[in-house]
Structures are given as structure tokens and as C-alpha cells.
């Protein structure tokens, strides 16, 4: 019913952006929550930054402040997240998530809706 599409992940060099971009559809759909979380190879999936549609306030992982920036377009159904100052320890696959009760932030287990990723690799 619902699908979440993410772009603009790709190979950057260290120090480099990049700026993903999650895609909702689905005609009932309805979020509290955006977030963004990551996965890399043999490692488990963490969160990197969330969203709350109402009254915008932001969350980041320690490791992604003051460099990653969520942000939304309610009028596109889009969730992007900007991405600076790129180390190679940021290489993974990007997911972007939605969450429908206000449960949850931090934790993936909270999240209802998935998309299928975008990589991003960061060279040294």
C-alpha cells in the first residue's frame, strides 16, 4: 500500500556531499515520523536522522552532527537528507523509513514502511 523510494546515493570522495532522497506514494498514507538509517556490510542497521512532520523538530545519530541534515517537503511526500563533510566510515546503504504511531525515533523495530535503499560509498 505503501511505497518508499529513496535516490541520490552514489561514489563520492571523502569530504564530498551528497543529498538523498526519499519518495513516498501510497493515497492513505500518513507519517509522524521520517527517518533515515544505514547499513553496511556484515553490520547491523543504525540510525542516522529522523524527522517529525509536526513541528519539524530533527534527530541525528552523534557520528552524523553537525555534517548530515534532514529535512521535508510536505507538498512532495519527499524526506531528503543532505550530507557533508563525507568520511569513509559513512559508506553504507541508506534506507529511508516511515513511522505511523509516534512511537518511536531511534529504533528501526519502530518503523512501519521501508524502502529498498540507495548506496552510498565513500572513497578515501
Known amino acids: 500500500q505503501v511505497q518508499l523510494v529513496e535516490s541520490g546515493g552514489g561514489l563520492v570522495q571523502a569530504g564530498g556531499s551528497l543529498r538523498l532522497s526519499c519518495a513516498a506514494y501510497?493515497?492513505?498514507?500518513?507519517?509522524?515520523?521520517m527517518g533515515w538509517f544505514r547499513q553496511a556490510p556484515g553490520k547491523e542497521r543504525e540510525f542516522v536522522a529522523a524527522?517529525?512532520?509536526?513541528?519539524?523538530?530533527?534527530y541525528y545519530e552523534d557520528s552524523v552532527k553537525g555534517r548530515f541534515t534532514i529535512s521535508g517537503d510536505n507538498a512532495k511526500n519527499t524526506v531528503y537528507l543532505q550530507m557533508n563533510s563525507l568520511k569513509p566510515e559513512d559508506t553504507a546503504v541508506y534506507l529511508c523509513?516511515?513511522?505511523?504511531?509516534?512511537?518511536?525515533?531511534?529504533?528501526?523495530?519502530?518503523?512501519?514502511?521501508w524502502g529498498q535503499g540507495t548506496q552510498v560509498t565513500v572513497s578515501s
Open positions: 524527522i517529525r512532520w509536526s513541528g519539524g523538530p530533527t
Open positions: 501510497g493515497r492513505t498514507f500518513s507519517s509522524y515520523t
Open positions: 523509513a516511515a513511522e505511523t504511531t509516534g512511537r518511536g525515533i531511534w529504533s528501526p523495530f519502530m518503523y512501519d514502511y
